[in-house]
């Protein structure tokens, strides 16, 4: 693997599970922090259970806490309105924890400084990174006439793990940067899978050679491999997802059966293939790849 890299699925697992002495609790989201908690009381001991995990509520309005007094969010700023975006470093698609261990938040906001960045690195031990910038924004390349886009690291390591169950009873692991890479949690791609796996047995497609034309992070392609195809086309205009592509390619043990180009789909000489997934950015326009693929492909399908 890459520099070695090892998941011990395991240990990451289980840092995602309470313990049997976690007490749950719950902040009311919609009213003002500073009405439904004492600011003095909240530092990063607070409500912390002996396994070391907190409740996500109250880690979030630590965050929270920190982002008012450094003037990032007003006074009156709340949980459900004001809260950055908390996503995990490792998500596994059957966990979704309530309670936080240290060093497995990532955030993103588009208002954070260096000084309310600082704090939070220093003084909540839940958050791995902080990253600055709009989630609603598209980060990496739309086409090929488009920038590459950014989160911007503020502070720590936005390296996150994402582990797929499959209808193969294989995992699929995938490692990205979330400061380069679009925001999508693990059970978002497991779905997907899903979808292309059903396609797959209801149209009885045959496992000859398949082109995963906007491959990213390769999940779709790596599952295509796994499934049985002979061969596989990996595809993206970008060329940092080609770089993690590589890596995932090797984290989940795929050494030979497939090609990988780094051109804008409708531009890539490619005579014909059994299939090909579309697998685009939400509200992107794709009329040029659907008609592309319909020209090269025996079946299409869009994820």
Sequence with gaps: MDGGFIIDLSKKTNELIECEDCVDTSIKKFSPLKEVIDFNELDEGYLRCICGKRPLDIVMSHILKIMIEEKVVPETANLRHNSPVPLL????????????????????????????????????????????????????????????????????????????????DEKIIIL?????????????????????????????IKKGVAIDCMCGLGALGIYLLKYGFKKVIFNDINPEMIEALKKNLEINNVLDGFEIHNEAFEDLDINHVDLCVIDAYPNSDISKIIEKAEKIADNQIII
């Design 176 to 204: 990205k940067n979330q400061s380069k890479h679009h925001i999508e949690v693990a059970m978002t791609t497991e779905v997907k899978l899903m979808q292309l796996h059903n396609y797959l047995i209801d149209n009885n």
């Design 89 to 168: 470093s490792f998500y596994h698609s059957t966990l979704n924890p309530q309670f936080i261990g240290e060093n497995l938040l990532i955030l993103v906001h588009p208002d954070f400084t260096k000084n309310s960045s600082s704090r939070l690195i220093k003084e909540v031990p839940e958050v791995k990174c902080v990253l600055k910038g709009d989630p609603q924004n598209l980060v990496g390349q739309l086409d090929k006439d488009s920038d590459i886009n950014h989160f911007e690291i503020l502070d720590g390591d936005d390296t996150q793990i994402n582990v797929m169950i499959t209808l193969l």
